[in-house]
């Protein structure tokens, strides 16, 4: 089981980013994924997440108009789409998938992708 998280970066506030996570086939059929953040001596924070097969979204108040989730089924891959980048965005970013396909429990993650939003 593997997820992979990339695209991160370094952005100016109001910018934007696209985060991509990439799934083994077994990894991802049929199981809802989600986004989370981590900043440096903070909590792990949930982000947002998709269902299986994508009918359904949820999003932390804080990137709710901001962030958009989206999964390429075909392609095994989940995005979260970053726009109206704020400082208080930078932090590690993990997908994660869902025991089910969409629920709040997650039991596979992947390594994280920094992103850092200067003022």
């Known amino acids: 089981v593997q997820l992979q998280a990339s695209g991160g970066g370094l952005v100016q506030a109001g910018g934007s980013l696209r985060l991509s996570c990439t799934a083994s086939?077994?990894?991802?059929?049929?199981?809802?994924m989600g986004w989370f953040r981590q900043a440096p001596g903070k909590e792990r924070d949930f982000v947002a997440r998709?269902?299986?097969?994508?009918?359904?979204?949820l999003y932390a108040d804080f990137v709710k108009g901001r962030f958009t989730i989206s999964r390429d089924n075909l392609k095994n891959m989940v995005y979260l789409q970053m726009n109206s980048l704020k400082p208080e965005d930078t932090a590690v970013y993990y997908c994660?998938?869902?025991?089910?396909?969409?629920?709040?429990?997650?039991?596979?993650w992947g390594q994280g992708t920094q992103v850092t939003v200067s003022s």
């Open positions: 994660a998938r869902n025991t089910q396909d969409w629920g709040s429990k997650y039991d596979y």
């Open positions: 998709i269902s299986w097969p994508g009918r359904r979204t």
């Open positions: 086939g077994r990894t991802f059929s049929r199981y809802g």
